[in-house]
């Protein structure tokens, strides 16, 4: 056999078993899951096909699914914005080479490693309102303490400001790499061109990142839109105080593992695969337009 | 009033065992063109930055005009710079490069749009105006950096070896372009160059610098015809000056069995000289430096001969220009005439003598 | 401009304090929840709504509760022994199969490629029925394997990663190999391996901090305490012992302590790695 059929022949057992790990856990899950959203099925009993009907009911006749828009909208963007602001500033204040500052980026990027069930409970602590740090030190300033998990809208506002505190670090490490990316005597020209730090940052700083912004802002939606974890620790598997921070995955879970309804769960995840595929296609093409000069 | 003195600058790198830059005076008139000039590591780089305050000063002062600038923000020393790689903003057009500055300085829009339409037609880049940096060649970019520069009307313009991205050809006619933009303008000019040969055309004076240190400061004319020291008489010129570490005996040397009478007061100066002397003006004759030809390079219009002097037992390198045309052998034994007012003598120490 | 240099600017030491004072801020607010936590971790039950950040007599005793109300150890050794084989298993996998379709010419290679990297975008939502319905049909639901044998093959994306590494190293490293008589596998095990540790450490540090803080899957997964999770112990703790707090906290200590060590000494891997990828924050 010659040297390029035994490396191709190499190749294929090399990729053998990753590739059926894709095809079992990945590829095969896919197709079924599609499958599954168009019947009906508990696990116990044989599935029957119900066509679009799943699909029907659940954009026209399901209550919860608007509930789950709504707060799902209200997370993404009250963690994506927040975060991109903040992100920016604390990149932008990390990204010089003063004494103490591999200490600060290190403290800084902390929270990367901290899962999102310790960060649940540890913040639900904070956010106690009788013995919470947040409502003590509010107390100290005079104001009555706030209800921050059990009034649904304070939840929700809790919530952002728990996956904010999650996300910053993220994005400032993207953020921060690529500014450490931006040449020296660019800065070096706009300080002889007589701009301050601040308009340098604006000017200069922030149009060179836009690559690296619009990837966090992508990101960011990708992860706020399917969040999990977070909202089902911090706020409970139910959404919450009077469903203030239902969800649409924590919808997912419900109507799959708490009501057995696996068809119905399967269209969902279908419908919010296909509203995150437009919504990351958009941002593709606005970032492209953006950055086009880049 | 937009001179630029120097008072003693020093700039010395944490844990360099020599400073980069070692108490240098140096003093700029309104309006000239100096160039700065030396091997890499002299200092010409730091000295351009310090006065940019890019570096900081760690011992001396600048001043810019009568007001002493060691301080002073980069900002709000009223200069603009041309950088090595020009530092273009990429996400910038062309106006808006050029503009920049201008608007920082909140200069109201119409007038920014004159200046730099003003400056474009200057450089010829009124039809480049709304492009970006990436859709430039080299020679465009490197004029929207000198447009950025001269956009700003400053009373100083710093140059940070703005040609050495160009091809050759290139860099020849920028090279005059710069002289003669200079010219009209007549802003001082702090231009850096490790090319002679850009130094020796462009300059008003000349600073050649080694080490940190500050060889000389004089017009081109004046370096090539008394340089201060073994150091610039090497520097300056192409091929280098030939050099000759010869004993005096007699009140006079020998180089290549050939006498050289000394004047008084060199010979009664050391016991041993160096001996200067230019290749161009070497030629060849019946009698004269004795030498051995080892290679020739003919150039067409020149033609060098690189060779060594028949002294034994310490033969010395010898370069010799001629005229084109001459057939001259490998291996062959000439004789180089040269005429006694056009040597050079420096003590072996390196310092000019006379 | 005319003429109007100097104006020295003597506020730079401002600057640079106001520098220091946002990192401070910064800092300060990454770390008070889990200052917060300590703290809370250290007092008793009814000093919680105090707000010194040391307790006059710090109840160490609290982590000794935790030890007894849930099976620490347990499900310590259950997150290492989940993390580390899947790490194990992705690293190996993934870097082979990465090679291959670096360099190895195979028919359909890039076609391949170009699917794996497809079902990069496919959310985590849509795969995780069917991934359920699967192990109950394997029967592995409650037990490891369910855990482990998954993640253990790899996964695209740790392919991918590894393959976009493997193509950016010289190839005249694989043809002094070949010329010497190596065979693919010598030249990946001997040769080209060694050379991808960077790339290995981030897939490793990356894989192994989501396997450890992995919630969802443990929790479809899991009911017997033998075998959960950490992250699924911290839960059930929080869900059987409502507010009590400084024992809930001296949990969440425990739990970070093993992550908070890794992340100090692999710090460089893990930033490397979320730069690079994107990934990492879940």
Known sequence: MNPTRRRARAGR???????????????????????????????????????????????????????AVRNTTVFTVGTVVPTVLISLAVAGLLNRTIRGIGLFRAIAFLPLAVSSVVIAVVWQFVLNTDSGLLNIMLGWF????????????????????????????????????????????????????????????????????????WFVVVISVINAFQAFDLVYVLTGSSGGPETGTYVLAIMLFQHAFAFLDFGYASALAWVMFAVLLTLTIVQLRLSRRNAMDQ | MASVTFDSVTRRYPGADRPALDALNLSIDDGEFMVLVGPSGCGKTTTLRMLAGLEPVDAGRIHIGSTDVTETDPGARDLA?????????????????????????????????????????????????????????GGERQRVAMGRAIVRRPQVF?????????DAMLRVQTRNQIAELQRRLGITTVYVTHDQVEAMTMGDRVAVLRDGVLQQCAPPRELYRKPANVFVAGFIGSPAMNLFTVPVVDGAVSVGGYALALPPEIS??????????????????????????????????????????????????????????????????????????????????????? | MTARTGRPVRHRIGRLLGVYAGLAGVAACALFPILWALSGSLKRQAEISQPMLFPAHPQWSNYLDVFARMPFWRMLFNTVLYAGCVTAGQVFFCSLAGYAFARLPFTGRDTLFVLYLATLMVPLTVTVIPQ?????????????????????????????????????????????????????????????????????MVLAVLTWINVWNDFLWPLLMIQRKSIATLTLGLVWMQGEYVAEWPVLMAASMLMLAPLIVIYAVAQRAFINGIAATGFGGR
């Open chain 2, 268 to 354: 009664a100066a050391a016991a041993e000289l160096t001996v200067g002397i230019r290749p161009e003006q070497l030629q060849i004759a019946d009698r004269g430096i004795g030498v051995e030809v080892e290679f020739v390079e003919e150039l067409g219009a020149d033609t060098y001969l690189y060779g060594r002097t028949v002294d034994r037992p310490a033969p010395q390198s010898v370069v010799a220009r001629v005229p084109g045309g001459t057939e001259i052998q490998r291996r062959s034994r000439l004789s180089l005439h040269l005429d006694a007012a056009d040597l050079h003598f420096f003590t072996t120490d390196g310092a000019r003598l006379g």
């Open chain 2, 81 to 137: 710079m041309v950088f090595q790689n020009y530092a273009l903003y990429p996400h910038m057009t062309v106006a808006q490069n050029m503009g920049f500055a201008l608007k920082v300085a909140k200069v109201p829009k119409a007038e920014i749009r004159t200046r730099v339409l003003e400056a474009a037609q200057l450089l010829g880049l009124q039809a480049h105006l709304q492009r970006r940096p990436k859709d430039l060649s």
């Open chain 3, 132 to 200: 359920f319905i699967l192990m109950r049909v394997f029967g592995w639901t409650d037990t490891m394997w369910a855990m482990i044998i998954p993640g253990l093959f790899g996964s695209a994306f740790g392919t991918y990663l590894m393959r976009q590494f493997f193509a950016t190293l010289p190839v005249d490293l694989e043809e002094a190999a070949i010329l010497d008589g190596c065979s693919p596998w010598q030249v990946y095990w001997r040769i080209l391996l060694p050379h991808a540790k960077p790339a290995v």
């Open chain 1, 142 to 213: 005079g104001i009555t303490p706030v209800p921050w998990l059990t009034e649904p809208h304070w939840a929700m506002a809790s919530l952002c400001l728990v996956s904010v505190w999650k996300s910053v670090p993220f994005a400032t490490v993207i953020l921060l790499a690529a500014m450490q990316g931006v040449p020296e005597s660019l800065h070096e020209a706009a300080r002889i061109d007589g701009a301050g730090e601040v308009r340098r940052f604006v000017s200069i700083t922030v149009p060179m990142v836009r690559g690296a912004l």
């Open chain 2, 158 to 166: 710093l140059m940070d070896e703005p040609l050495s991205n160009l």
């Open chain 1, 13 to 67: 057992w090399f990729i053998a078993p990753n590739l059926a790990a894709v095809a079992v856990f990945m590829a095969f899950p896919l197709a079924f899951s599609l499958y599954m959203s168009v019947q009906r099925w508990d696990l116990f009993s044989p599935p029957t096909f119900v066509g679009a009907a799943n699909f029907r009911d659940l954009l026209t006749d399901d209550p919860l699914f608007g509930i």
